[in-house]
């Protein structure tokens, strides 16, 4: 691995604070095309991709306030509602369902998979991503503003995107803490 993708793989970061500047949709296709690429057990190519417009991310706010109301309180919700507000870009990534276990996990893992290398390739083009599974993507009405069927597709995430207004910093455990070496 080159010395530059290996820095970029581990200077990737979870953004939760963008510029409001909306994000080129080149840069967009062009990470979907990464996901793509992603490892897939089955060949099944099992995503389904949502690119969320305004109407539809102002329907999904305003369903996440008022889940954010009833749990938390007016105070919580508008902070929810102002800050996802916000957020530029919106990207919903689905898997399709199967009813064998094996091949749904191979295939959830391959979502999974793709999303890395869709922010991945986000980061390289100065653009950060929130992967979030947040209750509101569980919710029935959340189905209904997307247009999908819970029966046939289940979130794997919402991305967010955009230019980073902070890059968090962070650091992981060594590897020795989780390493375990067999003979």
Same mark, same amino acid.
């Given at each position: 691995?080159?010395?530059?993708?290996?820095?970029?793989?581990?200077?990737?970061?979870?953004?939760?604070? =963008?510029?409001?500047?909306?994000?080129?949709?080149?840069?967009?296709?062009?990470?979907?095309? +990464? =996901?793509? *690429? $992603? /490892?897939?057990? =089955? !060949?099944? %190519?099992? *995503?389904? #991709?949502?690119?969320?417009?305004?109407?539809?991310?102002?329907?999904?706010?305003?369903? @996440?306030?008022?889940?954010? !109301?009833?749990?938390?309180?007016?105070? #919580?919700? %508008?902070?929810?509602?102002?800050? *996802?507000? $916000?957020? /530029?870009? *919106?990207?919903?990534?689905? &898997?399709?369902?199967?009813?064998?276990? @094996?091949?749904?996990?191979?295939?959830? $893992? +391959?979502? &999974? &998979?793709?999303?890395? @290398?869709?922010?991945?390739?986000?980061? !390289?083009?100065?653009?950060?991503?929130?992967?979030?599974?947040?209750?509101?993507?569980? @919710? +029935?009405?959340?189905?209904?503003?997307?247009?999908?069927?819970? $029966? %046939? %597709?289940?979130?794997?995430?919402?991305?967010?995107?955009?230019? /980073?207004?902070?890059?968090?910093?962070?650091?992981?455990? /060594?590897?020795?803490? &989780?390493? #375990?070496?067999?003979?």
């Amino acid at each position: 691995m080159t010395d530059m993708l290996y820095d970029r793989i581990i200077s990737r970061r979870t953004v939760h604070h =963008f510029e409001t500047k909306k994000i080129d949709e080149k840069l967009v296709f062009r990470g979907l095309e +990464a =996901f793509v *690429w $992603a /490892p897939n057990h =089955f !060949l099944s %190519e099992p *995503w389904r #991709f949502y690119l969320i417009g305004d109407e539809t991310k102002k329907r999904i706010i305003d369903l @996440n306030t008022a889940l954010a !109301l009833e749990k938390r309180g007016k105070s #919580f919700a %508008e902070t929810k509602r102002k800050r *996802w507000s $916000a957020v /530029p870009g *919106w990207l919903l990534i689905n &898997c399709i369902k199967s009813s064998e276990e @094996n091949k749904f996990l191979e295939d959830y $893992a +391959a979502c &999974c &998979c793709g999303i890395q @290398n869709f922010m991945l390739s986000m980061w !390289l083009d100065g653009v950060g991503v929130k992967w979030t599974t947040g209750s509101v993507t569980r @919710n +029935a009405d959340f189905a209904k503003i997307i247009g999908f069927d819970v $029966a %046939e %597709e289940m979130v794997v995430g919402l991305l967010w995107y955009g230019s /980073p207004k902070v890059i968090p910093k962070q650091k992981r455990s /060594p590897i020795q803490e &989780c390493l #375990f070496r067999l003979s």
